[in-house]
């Protein structure tokens, strides 16, 4: 039984279509990566499996269950595409984390020793022990994005659905990220990942699915990066070479003095007569 | 000193006093959340349509604080609705509860002329001159359930108030805690209107945590902080309108006010000293706390 599957999944933003008709599987354990360039429609498939967006024709099904009847939500861990964890007022990452944990609380009740275990366990994982008690607002970005992930994490996913989650993040953050998601994968959790560019998380992957224009397009092993971008090394610049790097003097056309002739007085500089 | 004790000699200003904590203590664990989820003016709007509600209990001669419970309850069911089902983006919507709540209720007030406009005045900026006992017990029971409420679900409003995608995505009933962050709301300003009026009522639910806030790190102590702070100003107010003679709600917001200056300009030098004190710049750009594993 898939984790996700999604049948002819189209999604309508005010009559036009940003999904059509994409099908997406994703099974127990497996790592699969929606892929695609910007405005492809990745990130609206990607809301519309977890029912941010509602779908104008097709079906998706969560562990089996048409989305509309799913109520396990404690099953899926999602990190959302954003920028910064930071509200209105100050919070903790322990407590923007403890968010995580309420799909497992009954409304109302105070947490139990598990829930404060897995949250302890979830920031020590994504290296955030030593904040666990500093305020969301004064980390870095990339902080912040390990804070929204640690949150996904506490609730003890059985699918990670992650959306960008290393858009602005520096490399090092990338590879961290890669490792905690490496061990997930290991321990048997199902990773969705969207992203628009290969990198360190894309490594561990079983499956890549490509979307273009709201259709997927390729559905089969990762693409690698190929000549100068398989280079670890390799820099996303492109500096284009300039065809005449060193142009030299036009000689045929008249020179300009910029250094001014010690005999001339300097109202004259400009040769205004 | 002796002066401001005498006062509460006086059973009026018991009633008084008793009523002005109860809302500087509901009022910030409300508006916290408000705050949070940068809704601040609707308690503004919830008060403009209690002006409606005010002229409702004159019209008909029933308490007002019951008519402006139910018709505050009413409007932000109605809100909540246009906000989650409509296209009409929340500014619009605001903006007509504070053109038709006022205007309903001077109309309804010019209505029932005869016990008419004198007697708004009291329920517009708050006055020493409660009802009796009964309301005084009301308004404490009201605010109670509104404190113990946010006290209790802290961890689901703040979450819904931070991230309502997530919380919806993590399956918390988004909508009906939505309704009740109004539905408490309206309470609150229902409890209010006697201590500081229902055009400043929203005053009291945002200083206190804007105030707060600025020294705090956690929502819990912005919450806990706000409701002390609520509860300081609101006392100090209560006292130094009696001694004045003057709207309690005048004095309640003015001092909210003036704190919240000098704590902003505290904050401030604070950490202008913490900058100048610390001979080098804070370290540019984020250690890494994590290992990387060495790839063979």
């Known amino acids: 039984m898939p984790v ?32 695609g360039a910007n405005g492809s429609g990745k990130s609206t498939l990607v809301k519309a499996i977890v029912g941010l967006v509602p779908l104008a024709s097709g ?10 009847r799913f109520r396990a939500w404690r099953r899926v861990g999602y990190v959302p595409q954003r920028t910064g964890a930071a509200s209105g007022v100050p919070a903790t990452a322990t407590e923007v984390v ?15 020793r598990a829930d404060r275990d897995a949250v302890g366990h979830s920031l020590a994982e994504v290296g955030l022990a030593d904040h666990a008690h500093c305020a969301v607002d004064t980390l870095s970005g990339g902080q912040q994005q390990r804070v929204l992930i640690a949150r996904a994490l506490a609730t003890e996913p059985e699918i990670l659905i992650m959306d960008e989650p290393t858009v602005g993040v520096d490399a090092e953050t990338q590879a961290a990220l890669a490792a905690v998601i490496a061990d997930r994968v290991d321990a048997g ?82 040769g205004v007569q | ?67 402006t419970l139910a018709t505050t309850v009413a409007a932000s069911i109605v809100m909540e609705l246009l906000r989650s ?8 919507a605001l903006a007509m509860m504070f053109y038709g709540g006022i205007a309903g209720g001077v109309y309804l007030t010019g209505i ?22 009964t309301e005084v017990w009301a308004i404490a029971a009201g605010g109670a359930a509104v404190a113990g409420l946010m006290l209790v679900l802290r961890p689901w409003m703040s979450a819904i108030c931070a991230d309502e995608q997530y919380a919806r995505v993590a399956g918390l009933p988004v909508a009906g805690l939505n309704l009740l962050l109004l539905m408490t709301t309206a309470v609150t300003v229902s409890v209010s209107m006697r201590a500081v009026g229902l055009l400043l009522v929203s005053a009291l639910l945002v200083i206190p945590v804007v105030t707060v806030q600025q020294f705090t790190r956690s929502l819990r102590a912005t919450m806990f902080g706000g409701m002390a702070a609520g509860l300081l100003i609101a ?16 004095t309640i917001v003015l001092i909210g006010v003036a704190c919240f200056v000098a704590t902003a300009a505290a904050a401030s030098l604070v950490r202008r000293a913490r900058r100048t004190w610390r001979r080098h710049p804070p370290p540019t750009g984020e250690p890494l706390e994590v290992e990387i594993p060495t790839k063979a």
Not at chain 1, 11 to 18: C, K, L, N, W
Request: hydrophobic letters at 40%.
């Open chain 2, 85 to 92: 089902h409509s296209k009409t983006s929340g500014d619009v």
């Open chain 2, 112 to 133: 029932a002329s005869d016990k008419g406009v004198a007697n708004l005045h009291q329920f517009l900026f708050g006055s020493l001159l409660t009802a009796g006992w």
């Open chain 1, 4 to 35: 996700i599957a999604t049948r002819g999944a189209t999604v309508s933003y005010g009559g036009r279509a940003v999904v059509r008709g994409a099908d997406l599987d994703v099974e127990p354990g497996e790592a699969v990566a929606l892929m």
């Open chain 1, 189 to 270: 959790c199902a990773v969705l990942l969207v992203t628009h560019e290969l990198g360190p998380l894309t490594d561990r992957l079983d499956r890549a699915v490509v979307l273009a224009d709201g259709a997927v397009v390729h559905d089969g092993s990762p693409p690698r990066p190929v000549g100068e971008h398989a280079d670890p090394a390799h820099e996303h610049m492109h500096p284009h070479p300039s065809p005449h790097p060193h142009p030299e003097p036009d000689a045929a056309l008249p020179r300009l003095p910029f250094e001014r002739p010690n005999d001339e007085p300097a109202d004259d500089t400009w």
């Open chain 1, 59 to 68: 079906s998706i099904e969560l562990f089996g269950t048409p989305q509309r």
């Open chain 2, 1 to 67: 000193m002796s002066l401001d004790l005498s006062l509460f000699e006086y059973e009026f200003m018991q009633r008084a006093l008793i009523s002005a904590l109860v809302v500087g203590l509901c009022a910030p664990a409300v508006g916290v959340f408000l705050v949070q989820k940068r809704l601040a003016l609707i308690g503004d709007g919830l008060g403009h349509i209690a002006i409606t509600g005010v002229a409702i209990g004159f019209l008909t001669g029933t308490a007002p604080m019951w008519t």
């Open chain 1, 98 to 112: 403890s968010q995580g944990r309420l799909a497992h609380r009954l409304l109302g009740l105070p947490s139990r």
């Open chain 2, 235 to 250: 006392g100090a107010g209560v006292t130094a309108s009696a001694v004045q003679d003057v709207p309690p709600g005048a």
